[in-house]
Structure formats: C-alpha cells, structure tokens
C-alpha cells in the first residue's frame, strides 16, 4: 500500500496568527509616528504577486477608510467604516479597526477580511490581539484558500507568539451547494483540535474523521505533518502497507526524509516483508548552479528461493545468484561545462533480475539496463556527442551478460548546413564505436555519410527533389564466428565499403475542389516516381563485415522512398531501382481519406534476405496504407504488404477508434507470416537456416473499450495471439471522479513469460483527495 500526502498547503490558513499580529503592530509604528488623519492615501493593491515582500516594521503602511480618529490622552487610533489596509502586497479589510497603546491591544470587527498575496483570503467578523501581539483571538474562522480549498473553524487561540490552537476546524476542498450552503460537501476533514507549533515547525491533529456526504468513514486519532510555511524539513513519511506480493509476501516500508540542507535531501527507505528478508533502499537528490545529482540504491536479505525454468528454445536457465546478500545502484548525473556543452552519467546496475522482480524495483520488465558516461555539445544546426556505455541483460530467457557488448566509446555527430548557393542544403553524419563483447564478435567502425538535397518546383506544378549521398564505413573485427555475425573465419578482419547514391524524386500532385451538398472538399491525387542508382550492395552481405544496426529490416510504405531501408548503415541497400507510388487525399466537412500505395522495381535482387522480406524478387511486394475518418466516430489505418507473384499477405496491421460521447472501441491488429524477432537467435545460414521459431505467424488482435457516464468510468482491454490460440494481456478499471476526488480500480494479468514468470497478476486501488494526495493499495 503506498499512501502520500503531496503537499499540505491547505494548511496555509493557520498563519492568520501572525498575519494579523504582524499587520496590527505596524499600524501602531505608523501611527506613532505621525497624525494617522494626515496621512491618509490611496495605494494600488498587488493582491495575487506570489513574489511579494512580507510585513516590517519599517515599510509604510497605506490606509482607506471612511472615518479616521485619534485620541492622544487614551493612546488609540480608530478607522472606521470602509477599512482598507495595506503593507507589501498583504490586504487587511474590516469596518472597524482599533488599537490602544494603554492596553496593547489591537481590534478588528466587521466583515474582517485578510488577503494574502498570493490570494489566499481569511474571513471572521472579529479579531482581538494583546500583549505585544504575543496573545490573540479569533472567532468563527472561514478561509478561501488560493488551492482552491476551504476551511472553517469555530475559533482560533494565539498563546506566546508561537502556539496557535484552532477548535473544531473543517476542511475540504470540493464545491459548496451554492443554493443550500448548509448541505455537506461530497468529502471533508474534521479535526477537534489543531495545533500550530511556530518554534518546532510542525502541525499536529487530534481527533480527525474523514467525511463522505456529511457520514464519517475513516478516523484518525492523531496525525501530524509539516508546518507549511516550510518547503522542507525532516521527518518520517506516510507509511506504505502492501497487503499481498507473489514473491516476498505481505509487507511495509515507513520513509523517512532528512533535508540535508537547501540543495539536497535523502531519504531512507527501509522494507519488512513476511516470506523475505529486509530491505533498506535510499535516494539521494542534490541540486547545484550547473548541475544535478541523485543516487538510489538499496541492499536487501533475499531468501526467496529459485528456480530453474526453461525458454521458447527449450535452454535451461537458472539465476546464477543465490539467495542472501542482493542490491541495486542507480545514479544518474548531469552538468554544464558552458552554453553548448554538458556532461552526465547514468550508472544502473543490480545484483540479479529474480532480486529486482521480488522487491518490484523499478526497471523490472525490460530487457537491459544501461549505463553511460557522455559528454555532449549543441551548436548552430550541429550535434555532438561521445559516449562509453555498459549493458546488463535482464530477461535470461533472451538475453545473457556475455554476449551484451561494451561501447568504448561511441562517437556520434551530426550537421545540417544552410541553404547555399544552388539552393541546396549538405548534411553530414557519422556515428564511430568500438565494441568489445565477452563472448561474440569485436569491432571497431569509422563512419561518414554526406548527404546534399535540392528541392525545386517546375512550371507544371511538379515538386522535385535531387539527393547527392554517399555511406562509407571501415571496420575492423575479430571472433567473427560468433555471435551475432556467425560469419565463416574466425580470423581477424580489416575491410570497409562505400556507397554513393544519386537519387531524384518528383512528386507530382493534381488538386481540385468539389462539392457534397452545401459542403466543399478537396481532392489530391500525387504520382510519385522515384529513381535511385547506385552500385550493386550485394543486399549489404560482406562476409567479413561486422553487423551492429541493421538486424532489423521491413519493407513497407514507410520504408518505400528511403534510401537506405535497412535500419543502420551497416547493411546498404544498393543497386538501381525505381520506386513508383500513389498518394491520395479527399477532405470534406472534417472528414478524410487518405491512401498510398506503391513498389518497387529492382535491377538487382536482394540476397541474404530473411524470407518474405519484400525484396526478394525485381517487382517488389506491393506495399500500401489507408487512412480513413468518414465521420466523427470512426477513423481507421490500414497498412499492407502483398506479394505480386502468388498474392499472399506478407505483412498487415491496422488501428481503429470509434467512439461517441459517453462510450469508444478501440482495436489493433498485426500479421507477418513468420515472427522476425527470432530470426537471429542462431546462426541463420548455417544448413538448418533460422529458427524454428522464425516461421511462426505473428497473428495477433487488441481490442478495447471504455465508457464514462456522469462522473463514473470504465475500460477494459485484451490482447490475443491468433495464431497461437492463447490470450497474451488483459485488464480493466473502474473509477469515480468529480471535481475534488478520485477513485480508481485498477486490473492486469500478463501471460506471457519474462525471466520465467508468467501469469503475473496486477490489482491497484488508488484514491486521490485534491490539494491533499494520492493514497494507493496493491497487490
């Protein structure tokens, strides 16, 4: 269960106090000084001015009233009437305002109103303040508080300048009935007592209900928090209680937070669980002039036991760390060297998954954790950056330590040019790195690619564009024969490539207007021809060229006009090709369709390709992509890939939404006849090709729905593998929200399996109290 309180400043209203002895002492300075009927004036008030200066004896205090008097024998100065009263931004308004110098003490009465400059307001219809401002009283208390919150007490004690006492006080911040004030509002706290401590800087409740509709539903009998007036100050924190956890059981942590000083704090937080050992975790947070630091770590006793389990491929993995001693480290770190240049680091590591996945630290899910140390510049259209990165592999059913490479280091940088004479603008790129592996492939590449683009229209309406390029690449690599190259010599190589490429596009698009009863639209339709020559890549396949960034490759409208459609450049797409397409656009009344499709044509083959890529024939599959939205509730993306030669789908997906004001439908849908995740997973051109799991159709659908009526919501969601006849994720939520409070249940399963757990199950219910917090409970 973990349960905040944000930030208490609905709190704000017990400074009255010191507001009104503060305000009252200097009307008497001011009067004392010279004839408060001379003095009189107009001032402009600065009510709202969050940077306002607090009340002194030594500014000037400006007045309005109606009726000014002063009696020097009795010591008193009455304003009376339409009283105004104001110091640095602090308003003070009454019909009656008195101070006597005989008795020292000062009175205000009568639709009393006090605004604070940051538009808090404090009403009472009398005040009453004595022994040098150091006693003081206040009846029927009411406040409008700048958070939006309210506040009413039945009275309030002033004792030593330092104790304020407030009885019978309620607060909430939801609307009152405006027709039936009287009526409760929809959630309210009541305390019997509170307790104002100046000196300890601190806030204490006694005997405290939390109201629903007028009906307590949850008692306090002593709470405490910090005073407001201060921004930070030690102290434990809300305690969190987790009623049900799979792996470590029942447990609760109580943090404790020390402000060091004004720039940095740390907080401590420490664990006990009922199937577990303890677990102390800390985070440390600092800021500076030029910089930033926080580190969170955390050292536990982890005696949940572990189990060998075994992947997709059948391999048995097991957690190498045993039970005992476990911890984790992450530190991040930022500065600036000057305008353009900045340095930082970012450190994570853990002692093992399982310790992450039964102490639920944050990162648990992900394949890795990364870690980093770079220095970074920016300048006028340029980027720079170099950087030494580490990897920790998370998910052992995929990914193991020894094979995650090291960067040591990675240099990447970037420049875009100016228009220039021609009316072209030139780009250069590079992105150099040394990797070293423990087990696999290591390697060095110095890249350049330079790029020079000329767009220009013709008088035909015709929008051209003219790319120079050039990719060049040297690399040096060693246990080639490993992972992920696999390649056929285990000797050290030294080669390189270089691709120049010239390219020219013409988009060509036909406009006109037409009209669908008393609306206009308008319909585009765009030829799109595109031809590109360059030099025979061979599918980017160099039998002694290492492979960092181009595993991945897809072929679809996205990709259609790229230049190069791998991901990377260390696999080129070479070769002459014309790559010719088809965009449409009707718009009418709000409404849209869009579409493209296209295909490409090959003078070379790509080899080396995973099957059904798109590319293994002259004539390309036929790629394309529909957007619809025909009316407001509906709109829809389509996208597919379809071979020429005998028809199949080779790759589809599509997005759609439709909804009307109180209830939606939201889907999703993806198909490949093979799943390209595991084509890679062993060597795939050895005798027995890919992985049995490559030729796996992905065939998979999302569908979701949700609904609000009135101040109630709801969704739910399922995600389905067709093709593997089992559902993947579902879940939901149920909530209630208004304009001063939310609940919310919410639900998750997963059944799939991440570091060998599967079936994993998710239930949170979290309330939220405006201008109070957000307290939550899960399982």
Not at 92 to 107: E, G, P, S, W, Y
Not at 471 to 495: A, C, M, V
Not at 625 to 635: A, D, H, N, Y
Request: net charge neutral; with cysteine; proline share 4%.
């Amino acid at each position: 269960m973990k349960a905040r309180i944000l930030q208490n400043q609905y709190y704000s209203f017990l400074a009255f106090s010191i507001l009104s002895s503060s305000f009252i002492a200097n009307l008497w300075i001011f009067c004392s000084v010279t004839n408060a009927q001379q003095q009189m004036q107009m001032a402009h008030s600065n009510i709202g001015k969050t940077n306002a200066a607090p009340f002194s004896g030594k500014d000037p205090i400006t007045f309005q009233a109606d009726k000014v008097s002063y009696d020097s024998k009795a010591g008193e100065v009455v304003w009376e009437g339409d009283v105004h009263i104001w110091q640095n931004d602090h308003t003070l308004r009454a019909d009656k305002v008195t101070f006597n110098k005989t008795t020292n003490i000062a009175t205000a009465s009568g639709n009393v109103a006090m605004v604070e400059p940051d538009g808090e307001i404090l009403f009472t219809q009398h005040t009453q303040l004595g022994n040098n401002m150091q006693e003081g009283i206040m009846d029927q208390v009411y406040a409008l508080l700048a958070d939006g919150g309210k506040l009413a007490a039945n009275g309030a004690r002033r004792t030593g300048g330092k104790v304020h006492d407030f009885s019978r006080s309620v607060y909430t911040a939801c609307p009152i009935c405006a027709k039936n004030p009287k009526k409760s509002p929809f959630w309210q706290f009541r305390s019997y007592q509170a307790i104002r401590d100046m000196e300890n800087q601190r806030i204490d409740f006694s005997d405290t209900f939390i109201d629903f509709w007028g009906i307590p539903v949850f008692y306090m009998p002593f709470f405490s928090i910090t005073d407001p007036s201060v921004k930070r100050r030690s102290g434990f924190l809300i305690p969190s209680i987790n009623w049900s956890s799979k792996y470590i059981g029942a447990y609760t942590t109580i943090p404790y937070y020390w402000a060091i000083n004004k720039w940095s704090d740390l907080t401590f937080i420490p664990l006990f669980a009922t199937k577990t050992g303890p677990q102390l975790s800390t985070v440390y947070r600092a800021r500076f002039n030029k910089g930033m630091l926080r580190v969170e770590g955390g050292i536990a006793d982890d005696t949940v036991g572990q189990h060998a389990w075994y992947n997709s491929y059948a391999d048995r993995s097991v957690d190498k760390f045993k039970k005992g001693a476990q911890g984790y480290l992450f530190l991040k770190t930022e500065w600036a060297l000057n305008d353009h240049w900045r340095y930082g680091g970012n450190i994570n590591v853990a002692s093992s998954a399982n310790y992450m996945r039964d102490y639920r630290i944050n990162g648990y899910g992900q394949d890795t954790l990364e870690s980093d140390l770079y220095l970074e510049g920016f300048g006028e259209g340029s980027y720079s950056k170099v950087s030494v990165q580490a990897f920790q592999g998370l998910n052992r059913g995929v990914i193991n330590n020894s094979d995650l490479p090291f960067s040591l280091p990675r240099y990447t940088y970037s420049y875009f040019g100016q228009p220039d004479a021609l009316g072209g603008r030139f780009s250069l790129n590079t992105t150099d790195f040394v990797l070293y592996r423990p087990r696999g492939v290591n390697d060095q590449r110095g890249e350049v690619a330079l790029n020079w683009d000329r767009p220009f229209d013709d008088s035909a309406g015709r929008k051209w564009l003219i790319t120079l390029h050039v990719d060049s690449n040297i690399y040096r690599g060693t246990h080639l024969n490993e992972q992920p190259g696999f390649y056929r010599t285990r000797k050290s190589q030294f080669t390189g490539q270089a691709l120049p490429t010239f390219a020219v596009k013409m988009n060509w698009p036909f406009l006109r207007e037409f009209h669908i009863g008393d609306s206009t639209g308008t319909q585009i339709i765009e030829p799109i021809v595109q031809l590109i020559a360059a030099p025979h890549s061979k599918g980017g396949r160099n039998f002694y060229m290492p492979n960092e960034d181009s595993w991945n490759y897809e072929f679809t409208d996205t990709t259609l006009f790229a230049l190069n459609r791998f991901q990377g450049t260390d696999r080129l797409d070479g070769g002459a090709r014309a790559n010719v397409g088809v965009h449409g656009n009707w718009t009418w009344n709000g409404h849209q369709v869009d579409f493209l499709v296209g295909q490409s044509y090959q003078e070379h083959i790509q080899g080396h390709m995973p099957a059904r890529s798109g590319l293994d024939h002259h004539m390309s599959d036929v790629v394309s992509r529909l957007r619809i939205s025909p009316v407001q509730w509906l709109t829809a993306t389509g996208r597919t890939r379809v071979d020429p030669y005998d028809g199949k789908v080779n790759f589809a997906d599509a997005l759609f939404n439709f909804g009307f004001s109180h209830f939606g439908i939201n889907g999703g849908y993806i198909y490949e006849p093979v799943t390209p995740y595991y084509y890679f997973y062993r060597n795939p051109y050895d005798h027995e090709g890919a992985s049995k799991l490559y030729w796996q159709k992905t065939n998979e659908l999302t569908l979701g729905v949700s609904t609000d009526w009135d101040h109630w919501h709801a969704s739910a969601f399922g995600r389905r593998s067709i093709s593997r006849k089992e559902t993947v994720a579902y879940g939901g939520t149920v909530g209630y929200r208004n304009d001063c409070f939310s609940a919310d249940v919410i639900y998750f399963k997963q059944k799939t399996m991440i570091n060998g757990e599967e079936n994993s199950d998710m239930v949170l219910f979290m309330l939220n109290f405006k201008t109070i917090g957000v307290f939550g409970i899960n399982g």
